[in-house]
């Protein structure tokens, strides 16, 4: 079974934040169209876990504010941004995240 975190986090830098997501990109699918905030699919054998991700983002950033949420069974979500067939925010959430509801 997979696992799904979303991540909020405020005070990155922008070096930090692509650090983050280097991070996260090789724990599994990661989704980050919106500053300072990811979505992550990691498949159920993988050790990561809400405390993991708190931590890198603790020894990423100098004093970040963070949030860190394991979502379990379906979730309703509504949201607007790029929709194109070149560019569409909500393609990995159709295809990726929302495949995983429990």
């Given at each position: 079974?997979?696992?799904r975190?979303?991540?909020?986090?405020?005070?990155?830098?922008?070096?930090?934040?692509?650090l983050?997501?280097?991070?996260?990109?090789?724990?599994?699918?990661?989704?980050?169209?919106?500053?300072?905030?990811?979505?992550?699919v990691?498949?159920?054998?993988?050790?990561?876990?809400?405390?993991?991700?708190?931590?890198?983002?603790?020894?990423?950033?100098?004093?970040?504010?963070?949030?860190?949420?394991?979502?379990?069974?379906?979730?309703?979500?509504?949201?607007f941004?790029?929709?194109?067939?070149?560019?569409?925010?909500?393609?990995?959430?159709?295809?990726?995240?929302?495949?995983?509801?429990?």
């Open positions: 079974m997979k696992k975190f979303i991540v909020a986090v405020e005070g990155l830098t922008n070096k930090e934040q692509k983050l997501s280097a991070f996260l990109a090789k724990e599994g699918a990661w989704w980050h169209w919106i500053d300072g905030f990811w979505m992550i990691v498949s159920g054998g993988s050790s990561l876990d809400t405390v993991a991700i708190r931590d890198k983002v603790k020894e990423i950033g100098d004093n970040p504010h963070c949030i860190v949420l394991q979502v379990q069974g379906s979730v309703s979500w509504a949201g941004g790029p929709s194109s067939d070149e560019r569409n925010m909500f393609s990995w959430l159709r295809n990726t995240w929302s495949r995983y509801n429990d």
